[in-house]
């Protein structure tokens, strides 16, 4: 069973900096993509950034290219999102997520498992 636990979470002034991480255990790290998705209150889980296994890959949601950047080490079997020029609007339970799928770079519902979720504020 795959297990997810974020960390790094907490509360920022606007124009600041997060980093989050996530260890993985239970399968092999290096095999799978993992992404980071988030969630606002009332609002709908959305994805946020991947990574391919090999760490060549990367995507991001348009709401945070240029200020968030996606990373793994896969000796560490650990991912991390850091999070720059922080916005009120980045506020959100952010969550770590890894696929059931081997594709290098799958889709938002192909993530079918789920840390317990970090919280990140980000005040103005």
């Known amino acids: 069973q795959v297990h997810l636990v974020e960390s790094g979470g907490g509360l920022v002034q606007a124009g600041g900096s997060l980093r989050l991480s996530c260890a993985a255990s239970?399968?092999?790290?290096?095999?799978?993509?993992m992404g980071w998705f988030r969630q606002a209150p009332g609002k709908e889980r959305e994805f946020v950034a991947a990574?391919?296994?090999?760490?060549?890959?990367?995507g991001y949601s348009d709401s945070v290219k240029g200020r968030f950047s996606i990373s793994r080490d896969n000796a560490k079997n650990t991912v991390y999102l850091q999070m720059n020029s922080l916005k009120p609007e980045d506020t959100a339970v952010y969550y770590c997520?890894?696929?059931?799928?081997?594709?290098?770079?799958?889709?938002?519902?192909?993530?079918?498992?789920w840390g317990q979720g970090t919280q990140v504020t980000v005040s103005s």
């Open positions: 997520a890894a696929p059931g799928t081997t594709a290098i770079m799958p889709m938002s519902y192909e993530y079918n498992y």
């Open positions: 239970g399968r092999p790290f290096s095999v799978y993509a």
């Open positions: 990574i391919s296994r090999s760490g060549v890959n990367t």
